[in-house]
């Protein structure tokens, strides 16, 4: 079974920093892409970033220029630097795991959700 485990959240002023870090662990031969997801209370869970192994990185347009995606693929690791945070960043932070292979051969990709951390973001 894998599970992701997000780590980094907190409480920081307006225009800090976080450093999120989400590790994936179990029998993990590759996992595509890599995703963080954020929800602010009562709203709908948006995507923040997209990190795949294929090199594609996006961003949402609330996250362009202040946040930065990255991969550790050997450590199955992601994080997500946020910088100039602003109280509508506060929101729980979820990691998301795409096209992951358990197991080879193995018909088509698995996903997995971790359980998330919370960033508040005081003004």
């Known amino acids: 079974q894998v599970q992701l485990v997000e780590s980094g959240g907190g409480l920081v002023e307006v225009g800090g920093s976080l450093r999120l870090s989400c590790a994936a662990s179990g029998i993990i031969f590759s996992i595509y892409k890599m995703c963080w997801y954020r929800q602010a209370r009562g709203k709908q869970r948006e995507l923040v970033a997209t990190?795949?192994?294929?090199?594609?990185?996006n961003y949402a347009e609330s996250a362009k220029g202040r946040f930065t995606i990255s991969r550790d693929n050997a450590k199955n690791t992601v994080y997500l630097q946020m910088n100039t945070l602003q109280p509508d960043d506060t929101a729980v932070y979820y990691c998301?795991?795409?096209?992951?292979?358990?197991?080879?051969?193995?018909?088509?990709?698995?996903?997995?959700w971790g359980k998330g951390t919370l960033v508040t973001v005081s003004s």
């Open positions: 998301n795991a795409d096209g992951v292979v358990v197991e080879v051969p193995q018909f088509g990709g698995m996903e997995f």
């Open positions: 990190s795949t192994t294929d090199g594609i990185i």
